[in-house]
């Protein structure tokens, strides 16, 4: 019997992680870094866990692995992930198949500097990235944002050098430029799954209320995509 893990199931992937495995053939089990989360009632069993970035995070979560016999492990929030694949040949010799990128690639997609580069090396379409001393105002509007983050932190939208240089001077952390998209009808967001024997996808746009999804829409065309 497959027994899986999902981390950080109070939280909003987390526990939509969870509700898509129900009535899945074998066990769910669920861990966070709060008491009572959400979605411990989905679970065989539960169990409280330090923040990823404390150093007894991996030793605890390899032991409740061991406890509770898993084999597919699915860590969810981003600093865990992270922590995960950079120990993930701790998990190996435990006969645990963990469902993450490595560590090399989590970087590169982690960057949305470096990532545009990458794609366009493979063939792929993808936006322009600029730092703040190659952007080049041509009276169009751009994005600005944190060059490593996620939940729209520092995210502005300027057309002009004197803009960004003073959004700039906000933080100390590098930032990037990106074209900005008008048009949310227009945005699309790509999931994609794979393995060394599938690659499967998923296209949808999405409509957000803060930084969470609060509505999707399907678009998988072929014809589109």
């Given at each position: 019997?497959?027994?899986?893990?999902?981390?950080?199931?109070?939280?909003?992937?987390?526990?939509?992680?969870?509700?898509?495995?129900?009535?899945?053939?074998?066990?769910?089990?669920?861990?966070?870094?709060?008491?009572?989360?959400?979605?411990?009632?989905?679970?065989?069993?539960?169990?409280?866990?330090?923040?990823?970035?404390?150093?007894?995070?991996?030793?605890?979560l390899i032991q409740l692995c061991r406890n509770w016999g898993i084999t597919h492990l699915i860590p969810v929030n981003e600093q865990e992930i992270l922590t995960v694949a950079e120990n993930i040949d701790m998990f190996k010799p435990n006969g645990i198949t963990v469902l993450?990128?490595?560590?090399?690639?989590?970087?590169?997609?982690?960057?949305?500097?470096?990532?545009?580069?990458?794609?366009?090396?493979?063939?792929?379409?993808?936006?322009?990235?600029?730092?703040?001393?190659?952007?080049?105002?041509?009276?169009?509007?751009?994005?600005?944002?944190?060059?490593?983050?996620?939940?729209?932190?520092?995210?502005?939208?300027?057309?002009?050098?004197?803009?960004?240089?003073?959004?700039?001077?906000?933080?100390?952390?590098?930032?990037?430029?990106?074209?900005?998209?008008?048009?949310?009808?227009?945005?699309?967001?790509?999931?994609?799954?794979?393995?060394?024997?599938?690659?499967?996808?998923?296209?949808?746009?999405?409509?957000?209320?803060?930084?969470?999804?609060?509505?999707?829409?399907?678009?998988?065309?072929?014809?589109?995509?």
């Amino acid at each position: 019997m497959k027994r899986v893990l999902v981390t950080a199931i109070g939280g909003q992937v987390g526990h939509g992680i969870l509700k898509c495995l129900d009535g899945y053939d074998g066990e769910l089990y669920g861990t966070d870094i709060n008491d009572f989360p959400a979605g411990i009632d989905r679970v065989t069993s539960f169990s409280k866990v330090p923040f990823a970035v404390d150093a007894e995070f991996i030793p605890t979560l390899i032991q409740l692995c061991r406890n509770w016999g898993i084999t597919h492990l699915i860590p969810v929030n981003e600093q865990e992930i992270l922590t995960v694949a950079e120990n993930i040949d701790m998990f190996k010799p435990n006969g645990i198949t963990v469902l993450s990128l490595t560590a090399e690639q989590l970087s590169i997609c982690s960057d949305k500097y470096t990532l545009p580069g990458v794609l366009k090396s493979y063939g792929l379409n993808a936006p322009e990235a600029f730092t703040v001393d190659e952007f080049a105002p041509d009276g169009g509007q751009y994005f600005v944002k944190l060059r490593n983050s996620s939940g729209s932190r520092l995210t502005h939208i300027f057309e002009t050098k004197e803009q960004l240089v003073a959004i700039a001077e906000q933080t100390t952390k590098e930032i990037v430029v990106q074209r900005y998209i008008p048009s949310p009808e227009t945005e699309y967001t790509v999931g994609v799954f794979a393995t060394d024997k599938e690659i499967r996808t998923i296209a949808f746009r999405r409509k957000l209320e803060g930084v969470y999804t609060q509505f999707i829409e399907l678009a998988d065309d072929d014809s589109q995509f």
